[in-house]
């Protein structure tokens, strides 16, 4: 039988060392291992985006990931967005918008949109609907969403 | 206050991911539960074994034999078992049969598919046109869950003496709700000496059903049953009657291991085993003279309700309160059937019936302007209702109703004439894309039909705490609307303090009278008005006890608190729903008052068809909707805004495949939901007039902008395409493409 | 749901010839694992057949990008994103460049890789038409040495495919078109999006004198593999532009597909949007002008 294996990883900016399976998926060692529930299991296909984070600077389906191919990397969940309790801008900008209902797709969604703004800092409305279509969102229509991460992009807003 | 768009209040847990939904929570000794499922779509449960390849003994197993209570489901019938026992009828294929618990989910998963059944299988009944035409008779003596009739005038009269009577068939598929989180609950049980005490926390609307249920499950008094609504990823119907089942799972696997239990659905299993949107087949036999005055509706509707009666006949009702539309018309006959198949139970779906109906009226409009050589816009504007018509169950229209300038306002967000001019101009030409307009004009009623509200007598209230805040003590669950927010906006206004000083008492049956359940869009207007009515209380009763002047500031109503429960001790106050007395509803025949109010709506929309592959593109939208008062503009738009996107998903691309009575295409890679990349901007615009009944006259909105887009979606592909047989929901690049290769074979 | 992980093996090897041991060692016992986002999905269903694994995701070998003047070599590891991030591409290659767009979404593209794409087999898969259209070559390695095929040699059936049970796909080469070039991709899929395709159609053509002297058409979602269109090409290879014979050429390309219906659409939809695909390419080819 398959024996676990102990990996570490940066998580958030913290060195975390884990007992796992290789093949245990990336979403249970974070949700299960580290406690870091704010990443969501939607379908376990790869297709809603709820379980999206950012690995190596990739955004990235963690219910597609193998914990060993997570090994000494470099992982940001939806927890590693604020400044302890300051609002990243993205964040803050999903709230004065309403681009959160149910709040199930805005982990995911909010990774998306923050490493959308890193790789393309001005895109027009179709080029952030192109970003986040890997991200399904069941309650708002995206329109509240797309207009959060406009915003962000002109450089509105702050803390609400 | 009322009018504000306050931030939601629960919105910061949510951004920063400390939101905690049901499988968020960490359990000491947790087990989690699988449920084992009949796998066959009708037959007799002879017996199960257990095959080897996994610790049995360290396995717990429920069975029926294990239910102490009764094995059956609380609900408007109750027809529903909780597993099927040993000689019992297995009904539909996703049937739960036995459930299993371990400590280790991949053990239990694996042990799910170690169990085998054995089933003696008898034929099933598949579809409405079978179970219709009973050849096999699988519910009561004719396949009928509930039958309803609606007789306004006379039908058929009016009909033999119309000019024209135009005929047409319309068919809706069922729809899964997709909410992204899927079904979760979690159940633990505790001894008080010889009394078990029964506690759920999990994904849920309706906490008083599930604490009906686990009562009649379990033959226990209400005080020693617990259910909390946890925070919920979605919902839109989905877990409103769904989680009384899973709740008795979790909590049957709790009792038979003494240890808690997590009952979480992989989203295979929720999208095939729980319920979906009723599928439908509407005929309609429309009668109107030369002028295109509407002179009498025939319409028989039915609607597939699966194995089980759960709540088709609510759905049916108001599916066939819709059924004749925005419009007047003297002589109406309605015949509504919910008939049983051997699938997995439909149940509530945000529009509960009336997106079915409207869908098959609207479609049907433009069918017989066209027939009449009208345009569509013009027949409806000389058929809408007006205040001092009356509806198809004898409803008088007491309100100053302008649908013929909802209509103008609509067209208006669009461009509409001049967009349908400009398309006119290019499908002339040999443009492999092809475009056009189209809309459609419906309502909602707002709340339970008829006595409904009476019946429940929801009683919802306020406490005022130490620190002078507010809590809010309603059953009324929060599923991404906002409704923590707008109640405690219509709070704080009833009360004159800042809403940061009004909270939401956690969900919790043993902290929170039963204000009915979040369903038929009735929490603003019905548990609203009812805080409304508590907050008015409390702010008396301090008033009158010479704890409070008006006016006064914030800072001296937390004084006058801290005052009164020295004084008075507990503050609370309750309110309890205040039937109107003029309303009257005919249960028997389906005549009166069959909702406090209507919310109206008209919806267009603008498509492109590239001929080429059938794909349809919305290139734009718009939602234009009178609701009364509108408590928060931007939670409100964002409610139109979702609702849109789901009738759209439905209208174009949603279709739920069944082969053998079970969901074949159970995988978000195979049940297409628009991504952004497939909706347009959705304009949204609300026309205020304050109503009767909601707090600053209110009305329902939550499932309004479910019932509008696929008529206009389906009317603007027939601006589009010509006259093709578009009258079919979803109307998929296959369908068109047949659609299409029918009306060039001529 | 989730997989039984105590029955299942991952191992890392070191470096390619490690790989390459261990295959030739055990044959056919395990199985190459890249991305991860066609084998974790069969994972998490609970229908990955198969129960050892050989995490290639860091064999270096299988990286990296050679940009030469006549051709563009592509490491078997490359993600679609990767893809879109050379140069050489968009410049010479946009159908590729087309493909990857369409591939999923951008958290699909970040770990998609162009050997699991390819190994994985799909008739559905967005990228081996393009590959089809370019005239793409593979080459296979093992300890026994290494041989490039052209890919449209390589699927030989449904889940058939030229490559040894030791053997992994390491490199993809493509010759770089010279002189007057056409290309066109169309994917039809069941949304914009996470799709996964009805119909794809990637067609490249070289104009030589204003007639078409090169012309191939790569197809997914309408065979048993992702195929080449050998009738179609036959009837438009050599003809001249402003004279294409479209007509005959959207009769010819039903003779080279075999569509079924399944859960996303019937083989009449595809026949008849394959050939109306085909005549918007011709259309679009007819209007080509130095």
Known sequence: MAETITLTLTV?????????????????????????????????????????????????????????????????????LADGDRLSPMQAAFLTHNAAQCGFCTPGMLMAAEDLLRRSPNPDREQVRAGLAGNLCRCTGYSKILDAVQAVARGEGGQP | MIGASTIRKEGRGKVMGTAQYTDDLALDGVLHGMTVRARCARGVLKGFRFLPGVPWDEITVVTAADIPGRNAVASIVDDQPFLVPVGGTIAHPEQPVLLLAHPDRCVAEKARALVALDVEELPAVLDIQASLDCALVIHGTRNVLKEIHIDKGDADRALAGAAHVIEGEYRTGAQEQLYLEPNAMTASVAWDGPDLRVAVAGSLQCPYYVHEALKQLFALPGERVRVVAMEMGGAFGGKE?????????????????????????????????????????????????????????DIDFVLDGGAYTTLSPVVLSRGAIHAAGPYRCPDVRILARAVATSTPPCGAFRGFGAPQSLFAIERHMDVCARALGMDPVELRRRNLLRMGDTTATGQLIREDLDLGGLMDRAMAELDYRALQRAYAVRNA?????????????????????????????????????????????AASTEMGQGKNTVFCQIVAEALGVPVEQVEMAAVDTDQVPNSGPTVASRSTMMVGRILEDAARGLRQVLVQNGLLREPYTPGEFRAAVAAGRARLGALRCYGQFRPNPEASWDDVHYRGDAYPNFSWACYAAAVSVDLATFEVKVEDFAAVQEVGRVVNPTLATGQIQGGVAQGIGWGLWEEVTFKAGRMANNQLTNYIIPTSADLPFIRVAFLENAAQGGPGGAKGIGELPMDGPAPALLNALRDALGDLRLDEVPMTPDRILNRWEEAQNG | MRSYLPDYELKAPGSLAEALATLSAEPGAWTPLAGGTDLMVLFNAGKLQGRRFLDLSRVYELRGVQDEPSRLTLGALTTYTELLEQRAVHQFFPNLAASARATGALAIQNRGTLGGNIVNASPAADTPPSLLAYGAELELVSVRGSRWISYAAFHQGYKKMDLAPDELVARVRLPKPQGLTFHFYRKVGTRQAQAISKVCLAAFARIEDGAVAEFRVGLGSVAPVPARA??????????????LPIAAARQAILADITPIDDIRATAHYRNVVTANVLGQMLGDLEKVRA
């Open chain 1, 12 to 80: 958030n900016g913290v060195l975390r060392t884990v007992d796992t399976h290789p093949m245990a998926r990336l979403l249970d060692v974070l949700r299960e291992d580290m406690g870091l529930t704010g990443t969501k299991e939607g379908c376990g296909e790869g297709e809603c985006g709820a379980c999206t984070v950012l690995l190596d600077g990739r955004l990235v389906n963690s219910c597609l990931i193998p914990a060993l191919q997570a090994r000494d990397a470099v992982v940001v969940t939806v927890e590693g």
């Open chain 2, 241 to 297: 009657d769904y989680p009384s089942l899973n709740a008795g799972h979790a909590a049957l696997l709790a009792l038979k291991s003494g240890r808690p239990v997590k009952l979480i659905y992989d989203r295979e299993e929720d999208m095939a085993a729980t319920t979906k949107r009723h599928p439908s087949r509407t005929r309609i036999r429309a009668g109107f003279d030369d002028a295109g005055l509407l002179l009498a509706l």
């Open chain 2, 429 to 473: 030409g040999c443009d492999r894309i092809r475009r056009g307009v189209g809309l459609a004009v419906f309502m909602h009623g707002c709340g339970f039909t008829g006595g409904g509200e009476a019946h429940m007598a929801s009683v919802a209230g306020v406490e005022a705490l130490a620190d002078g805040t507010v809590a809010i003590l």
């Open chain 3, 230 to 243: 050998p009738h179609a090409e036959a009837a438009v290879t050599g003809a001249r532009l402003g004279a």
